[in-house]
T-cell receptor, first 112, second 112 residues
């Protein structure tokens, strides 16, 4: 089955710095890679996703890059703000009836 | 459109007891998945229901079970609770396969 590794488990940055979270996956058939942000008391929400026919996707301060050959994808947050502090989960999915496999999460702390 | 609703939000149970958690997916979503989230293990997949049928199952003991009703609402049941079952249980619904999962806020279960 699919295996998703996520690093780092904790990331501490100063406000205004950039943050990068990396995930690797094992199943080359995976073709959908979402990122979720989990805030205390607010549940988890999709913040950005990418499909395997795209190498990079950007939405304001958030971007995701995908390297299919190396089987890794990364979340980039620029100009971090304290409200970016949360747990971020990556996932890999291959469509059909397969359920997505999640990474273990990264706790991002942005210090004002 | 209402989001995914999980009830109750918090539960305290004693070892040996059983518990039932409820999840109401977004209207029109037929796929409902359940996850167990613990600090050390991240999001662990429990099972997925689609049109009242269990379509996928994770590696959890038989004490964990679930079902889905004709209106797509889902319940999960844990019998003979153990201390290690203390966790945040998340439910997610999806409209179709390989698309964004919409998470509920979770049920925080504490077993004492």
């Amino acid at each position: 089955g699919e295996n998703v590794e996520q690093h780092p488990s904790t990331l501490s940055v100063q406000e205004g710095d950039s943050a990068v979270i990396k995930c690797t996956y094992s199943d080359s058939a995976s073709n959908y890679f979402p990122w979720y942000k989990q805030e205390l008391g607010k549940g988890s929400q999709l913040i950005i996703d990418i499909r395997s026919n795209v190498g990079e996707k950007k939405d304001q301060r958030i971007a995701v890059t995908l390297n299919k050959t190396a089987k890794h994808f990364s979340l980039h947050i620029t100009e971090t703000q304290p409200e970016d502090s949360a747990v971020y989960f990556c996932a890999a999915s291959k469509g059909g009836s397969y359920i997505p496999t999640f990474g273990r999460g990264t706790s991002l702390i942005v210090h004002p | 459109k209402a989001g995914v609703t999980q009830t109750p939000r918090y539960l305290i149970k004693t070892r040996g007891q059983q518990v039932t958690l409820s999840c109401s997916p977004i209207s029109g979503h037929r796929s409902v998945s359940w996850y167990q989230q613990t600090p050390g293990q991240g999001l662990q997949f429990l099972f997925e229901y689609f049109s009242e049928t269990q379509r996928n199952k994770g590696n959890f003991p038989g004490r964990f079970s679930g079902r889905q009703f004709s209106n797509s609402r889902s319940e999960m049941n844990v019998s003979t609770l153990e201390l290690g079952d203390s966790a945040l249980y998340l439910c997610a619904s999806s409209p179709t396969d390989n698309t964004e999962a919409f998470f509920g806020q979770g049920t925080r279960l504490t077993v004492v």
